[in-house]
């Protein structure tokens, strides 16, 4: 059988919404897979990818982006709920089907991790706003219909925050290395790190970030 629907680009409320739970679902189904793979992105890649595209940078990028990076390698997210993980929920890998989910695609990069971690990747690309700001309509909508489905831990809560910015810093630096160190006979398509660069940013400045 074939999955119904289509990516979009301009996500509402409902959309938003209907891709919390689905991705609550995800997660609750993932917890009775058996095999385990660790994530390919964690601090070994990205601690290894900074150095590499560090000298690309204008100096309060390289400090920013080193400051990130060294961050997170001192914060063990292993404490909170784990699991099975998309790792890329962009819009462009649902295909929405009026205002359901019609399908999920592009597994490549699942793996194990915290479960928080995937749904700040998920929230990063569908409730950003214009010039890149969190909407906090979507976000809200996001995190209650995942909340319905697989219930926020407190110790969730508390790393919110830190899991955005970690979730921003993952795709800052792939895209960075995307961009300036393309591998020999891949045809990868080079997103804008910039983009990244403002979500984290904005992220580092807003210490009180839309929650439940």
Not at 12 to 26: P, S
Request: net charge neutral; with cysteine.
């Amino acid at each position: 059988s074939r999955l119904h629907g289509k990516s979009i680009l301009q996500p509402t409320v409902a959309n938003c919404a209907a891709v919390g739970a689905m991705l609550a679902q995800l997660h609750v189904a993932g917890q009775s897979f058996g095999e385990q793979m660790a994530n390919p992105r964690g601090p070994a890649w990205r601690a290894q990818a900074a150095t590499a595209v560090a000298p690309f940078l204008p100096p309060d990028a390289a400090k920013l982006l080193r400051e990130e990076v060294a961050l997170h390698a001192h914060n063990n997210p292993g404490d909170l709920p784990q699991g099975v993980i998309h790792a890329d929920l962009f819009r462009d890998n649902v295909l929405m089907d009026g205002e359901r989910v019609g399908g999920l695609i592009d597994f490549y990069f699942a793996c194990n991790d915290a479960l928080l971690y995937d749904v700040a990747i998920t929230v990063n690309d569908w409730c950003a706003g214009a010039n890149s700001t969190p909407d906090a309509t979507r976000t809200r909508a996001l995190l209650r219909a995942y909340h319905a489905v697989r219930p926020f831990s407190a110790a969730e809560a508390a790393a919110w925050p830190g899991m955005l910015r970690l979730a921003a810093l993952r795709f800052w630096l792939s895209r960075l290395y995307d961009l300036h160190l393309p591998r020999d006979g891949e045809l990868v398509n080079a997103h804008d790190p910039a983009h990244f660069e403002r979500i984290l940013r904005q992220h580092i400045a807003n210490k009180n970030p839309v929650w439940l």
